[in-house]
Each structure stands twice: as C-alpha cells, then as structure tokens.
C-alpha cells in the first residue's frame, strides 16, 4: 500500500518536470527565432517585461497547485 502511495508522487513529479521541460524549451525556440527574425540579434528584455511574466508565472504556479485542493 505504502508503495502506490509513493508512485503517484513519483509520476507526478516526473511528468511535470517533463512537461515543465518541453514548455521552457518552446518558449525558448519561439522567443529566439521571433528575435531572429525582428532583428537579427539576441533578444532584448526589458525589466518591466521579465517582471510581468514573472508574476505571470507564478499565478500560474498557484493556480496549479490549487488544482490539488480537496474544496
């Protein structure tokens, strides 16, 4: 019994670092190739910009994490 307990925390994990993963991989991709083809150079962020999704972020987190509320 004690083991199934475990093995859903496991999955959990495991699949959301995976799809933590592919997300942070695309944001990446679409962010250097729209900064490729605007300007050519590396990507220029604002801090104001890092801020907003930063918060942005972390609502998401939260919201997640609610998700596994019993309410």
């Known amino acids: ?3 199934s ?3 859903w925390k496991a999955r959990v994990l495991i ?3 995976v799809i933590g993963a592919i997300t942070g991989l695309a944001a990446g991709y679409l962010l ?3 900064s490729e083809e605007r300007a050519g150079s590396p990507p220029k962020i604002q801090t104001m910009d890092a801020l907003r999704l930063a918060i942005t972020v972390i609502g998401v987190v939260r919201g997640i994490a609610a998700l596994g509320d019993p309410d």
Do not use: Y
Request: aromatic fraction near 0%; charged fraction near 25%.
């Open 32 to 34: 250097s190739r729209n």
């Open 5 to 7: 307990s475990d093995n």
């Open 15 to 17: 699949s959301s670092t």
């Open 1 to 3: 019994m004690l083991e």
